[in-house]
């Protein structure tokens, strides 16, 4: 069963990528490339930091898919214990019922205990939801309020399509594409609808290019219907079965 998803597609004015013109020096605190969003506050202990670079040199073998625009992603790099983490707040504020967040990930090899993802954090701080995968495990987590749950979904250094759709209720909905494969589809309950900002991180997933991690293209969508799937352009969706599971905030 194969269905094509195609015919106009309604970009939001929220949106940025490691293509933009913010970025010809280097990714450094206080950029701002895009419009829609507020400016980088990139963080980083020794060992760790950020640049701009082809995330096709991750992986093994250093010749992996990529989540390139213009040649460039997004870079982190951590090491003996560091940790590097880039947040960005969303101008508008928080993401209301029917909005979409949109983003490229490609970790590249993390060695065991390391931590390579992201969170969707309010203005405090606080994580409402993160995705991630850790070395030494055997598929990517999805974590709400402290309770982890694995997706099912297998390592890839191919790079992942994340699609986070905000539903009524503090319901969330998730889609996860891995490059060249089929969408699972998650939803759960959250804490508290209050996301108005995203955190990237690279926890010590190790040295050298292989290990460095990549991220890109990030979006706020305001139309649900069919838009995100089409935002990095038409998209064919083959096995549509989607994996279905639930998560919820404990109280």
Same mark, same amino acid.
């Given at each position: 069963m194969m269905a094509v998803i195609s015919g106009p597609i309604a970009y939001s004015a929220?949106?940025? /990528?490691?293509? /933009?013109?913010?970025?010809?020096?280097?990714?450094?605190?206080?950029?701002n490339g895009g419009s829609g969003f507020g400016a980088w506050a990139l963080t980083s202990t020794a060992n760790s930091g950020f640049f701009i670079g082809n995330s096709a040199n991750n992986g093994t073998g250093g010749n992996s898919g990529n989540i390139n625009t213009s040649g460039n992603s997004w870079g982190l790099f951590a090491n003996s214990g560091g940790l590097a983490g880039a947040v960005r707040p969303f101008s508008a504020g928080n993401l209301a019922v029917g909005q979409q967040f949109l983003i490229r990930m490609d970790n590249g090899n993390i060695q065991s205990g390391g931590t390579v993802g992201f969170g969707l954090q309010n203005s405090s701080g606080n994580n409402r939801f993160e995705f991630f995968f850790v070395g030494g495990g055997s598929s990517y987590t999805i974590n709400i309020g402290g309770v982890s749950t694995s997706t099912g979904i297998p390592?890839?250094? /191919?790079?992942?399509?994340?699609?986070?759709?905000?539903?009524s209720a503090n319901g969330f909905s998730l889609d996860v594409t891995p490059s060249g494969g089929s969408t699972s589809h998650f939803t759960g309950t959250m804490a508290a609808s209050d996301i108005s900002r995203v955190r990237l991180f690279n926890s010590n997933a190790g040295n050298n290019a292989p290990n460095d991690a990549?991220? /890109?293209?990030?979006?706020?969508?305001?139309?649900?219907?069919?838009?995100?799937?089409g935002v990095f352009g038409v998209v064919t969706?083959?096995?549509?079965?989607?994996?279905?599971?639930l998560f919820h905030e404990r109280s």
């Open positions: 929220v949106t940025d /990528n490691a293509g /933009n013109s913010a970025y010809s020096d280097g990714w450094q605190n206080g950029d390592f890839t250094a /191919n790079g992942l399509t994340l699609v986070f759709t905000q539903e990549f991220f /890109n293209s990030i979006e706020v969508v305001p139309e649900p219907v069919n838009t995100a799937l969706l083959c096995s549509v079965g989607f994996r279905r599971l």
